[in-house]
């Protein structure tokens, strides 16, 4: 059985968007099955869904996963999802939120790293994609629809004028890439935005050497805090002599955060973790 269209669906139950939990339905019909595919999950793979609404996305993955655990906040469409996925035996729908996850006990549940799947609202984005990065055996590959800025920014690497703190972590420990874009049209209701596919494979290992991931963390946010300044003064908060710790990292002062190659912000976050 193929995915209704949501906005069928919601008629049906006499029930809407809900602007306050960033609601945004997927109505393209081939967007599904493009973005279950771009997250690479198999007949071995437990699928773990984050906001399946109506279950749109949710039919595309339980055609590809050997089981999908999906994971609604809104009480209101649980029930609805369940009955839109009556006949898909390998689903589970359940309520929650997901900042309350506990990714590395659902993998073992799983009995194996998840494939992380989910249509995020904007203002979720950075803890849902945080509390990964700070579980990274607990999955293996992440597909995210999310608004296009935030997934770019996310995928900027760094030394990237888009890079971020978050994009830097990301850097660290994922190979991140845009799979494809989507445009307001695609939603229902429409968002002001457009919006992008952001596929993050966890690495092996680390991209650098990082032993304090938590020093790693400290540092980047200090530097794209104030990301114009230049790093001297960017890191006063977190160092009473940024410049002496520059110059452990055999970094220039003067320079901007937002310039620092993953290496070099690596070379800086083990100067500051070092004994004094």
């Known amino acids: 059985m193929s995915a209704r269209d949501p906005r069928e669906v919601l008629r049906a139950h006499g029930l809407w968007s809900k602007k306050h939990f960033g609601q945004n339905f997927l ?5 599904p099955t493009r973005i279950a595919a771009a997250g690479g999950a198999g007949p071995d793979d437990v699928a773990f869904e984050i906001g399946p609404g109506v279950g749109t996305l949710t039919h595309a993955l339980a055609e590809r996963a050997g089981r999908v655990v999906a994971l609604e906040y809104d009480f209101e469409l649980v029930p609805v999802c369940r009955k839109e996925l009556a006949d898909a035996g390998n689903v589970e729908v359940c309520c929650g939120n997901v900042l309350d996850v506990d990714w590395d006990a659902e993998a073992e549940r799983a009995g194996r790293p998840l494939v992380i799947y989910g249509n995020v609202p904007y203002h979720l984005s950075t803890d849902i994609v945080t509390g990964l990065l700070d579980a990274p055996g607990a999955w293996r590959r992440a597909c995210f629809l999310l608004q296009r800025e935030f997934a770019v920014r996310a995928a900027a690497a760094p030394g990237d004028k888009q890079c971020s703190a978050l994009s830097a972590a990301v850097a660290l420990q994922c190979h991140a890439t845009i799979a494809f874009e989507l ?6 209701p429409a968002p002001k935005v457009d919006s992008a596919v952001l596929v993050l494979e966890r690495r092996a290992t680390p991209a650098a050497e990082v032993p304090d991931p938590k020093a ?9 805090a104030q990301r114009r300044k230049m ?5 006063k908060a977190v160092h009473p002599n940024p410049e002496a710790l520059l110059a452990e990292a ?9 310039t620092f190659t993953l290496d070099e912000l690596a070379a800086l976050s083990r100067a500051w973790a070092a004994p004094a």
Do not use: M, S
């Not at 445009?183 to 229902?188: E, Q, S, W």
């Open 231 to 235: 790093a001297r003064k960017a890191l």
């Open 183 to 188: 445009g307001a049209a695609d939603f229902h």
């Open 216 to 224: 790693f963390r400290t540092i980047v946010r200090a530097l794209f």
């Open 250 to 258: 055999g970094l220039e002062p003067t320079r901007r955060g937002e």
């Open 27 to 31: 109505i393209a019909p081939d967007a």
